[in-house]
């Protein structure tokens, strides 16, 4: 079965970086892209990037254009997800979901990783 | 970039009523990059609904889609206990992109 299994909780301080990933398992890694998206205490959905895991494409959110960077290491079927400069307002619980196909749909999702930033 | 606004923020209906859910686009969205997700609480969201129609595996008929271009809409026919979350509406655009609204509490009356 389809598996996204996510990287622990992180605590930073701000103006540091966390990376998180996101291990994907129970289907062919390179047929589909995968993307990050967060979500803040009590707020909605804000998607930050996305990889196509066959060619490394990648395209970011512009919100967060300077400061992500989205990475695939096909050899073990991982994405990162890495955050440089984080502020408090950065404290979200992140996400990793498949690109199902065609559309856009985004049919499976990772567990959530929440990151805190404090100091 | 195209903004998707939902409404009403929170719904309060009881089980065994019909919920009518609504999401209307900035700009014309096609049916087929138009999808709905249900969240529960401490939970990662789920797929419900892609293509604007279309139920995803496992998902049962009281959840319906419809919609075109600017104005689509998310019913569940009769609500059951468990169908009381958040939904989020969502398009997928160019580059590519993905937009989500910013949610309808479904809460218990």
């Known amino acids: 079965q389809v598996q996204l299994l996510q990287s622990g909780a992180e605590v930073k301080k701000p103006g540091a970086s966390v990376k998180v990933s996101c291990k994907a398992s129970?289907?062919?890694?390179?047929?589909?892209?995968l993307l990050w998206v967060r979500q803040a205490p009590g707020q909605g959905l804000e998607w930050m990037g996305w990889?196509?895991?066959?060619?490394?494409?990648?395209n970011y959110g512009q919100k967060f254009q300077s400061r992500v960077t989205i990475t695939t290491d096909t050899s073990t079927g991982t994405v990162h997800m890495e955050l440089r400069s984080l502020r408090s307002d950065d404290t979200a619980m992140y996400y990793c979901?498949?690109?199902?196909?065609?559309?856009?749909?985004?049919?499976?999702w990772g567990q959530g990783t929440l990151v805190t930033v404090s100091s | 970039e195209i903004v998707l606004t939902q409404s009403p923020g929170t719904l309060s209906l009881s089980p065994g009523e019909r919920a009518t859910l609504s999401c209307r686009a900035s700009q014309s969205v096609s049916t087929s990059h138009l999808g709905w997700y249900q969240q529960k609480p401490g939970q990662a969201p789920r797929l419900l609904i892609y293509?604007?129609?279309r139920r995803a595996t496992g998902i049962p008929d009281r959840f319906s889609g419809s919609g075109s271009e600017t104005d689509f809409t998310l019913t569940i026919s009769r609500l059951e206990p468990e169908d009381f979350a958040v939904y989020y509406c969502?398009?997928?655009?160019?580059?590519?992109?993905?937009?989500f609204g910013q949610g309808t509490k479904v809460e218990i009356k």
């Open positions: 990889i196509n895991t066959d060619n490394g494409n990648r």
């Open positions: 293509g604007t129609s």
């Open positions: 979901a498949r690109v199902g196909g065609l559309g856009g749909t985004l049919d499976y």
């Open positions: 969502q398009q997928y655009g160019r580059s590519p992109s993905w937009t």
């Open positions: 129970g289907y062919t890694f390179s047929s589909y892209g």
